[in-house]
């Protein structure tokens, strides 16, 4: 942050944002360290869902998301990575689609016993530009903010977790299939369905 003509192998900085991280610090390949693998837990939790969502038989709107998930975060690795101005769209480009997509999840008909939808925390909305976390300006800020934006990233992965674990479950109500909440490796919630058999 510091510099932009840092020795890397991607060339000077030309973002627009850069965040409390020192660029380069631990490798000529990756700008902003922390933010870079910050989002290897994203991928993990998207993939997880949407093996989920498959093996349930959920509709493909599901899936989306769960692919939506992951797109984000590794257009936020490829942004984070080399700080460069075409790339920054693979990181904020992907936000807007996906805030469309749960738009479009929200909007589908809820029966009333759904309320509650209501009161769940809402769907991952990342502002590319906070403040007090992007700022080069507040150097004193670095050693608390320096991993902020990491963080961020591990927490915004989790929300979008639990937001599709909770449509799939408000849905699978919705169809009846009894679902029920059980953990992967003993705390991951994940929804377990239990179909009605057909009648012929």
Known sequence: MADSMVASFWGPVTSTTELCEENYAHSSYIAEFFNTISNVP???LALIGLVNAFRQGFEKRFSVLHISNMILAIGSMIFHATLQLVLQQSDETPMVWEILLYI???LCPVPSSIQVALHWPLPPLRPSDVQVLHTDQRRGCEAACEAGHAWWHVLMGLNSY????FLMFCRAQQRGWEPRITHLLGFLPYVKVQKPEKRE
């Open 42 to 44: 994203c991928i993990l």
């Open 104 to 106: 479009r999840s929200f």
């Open 162 to 165: 639990y937001a599709n674990t």
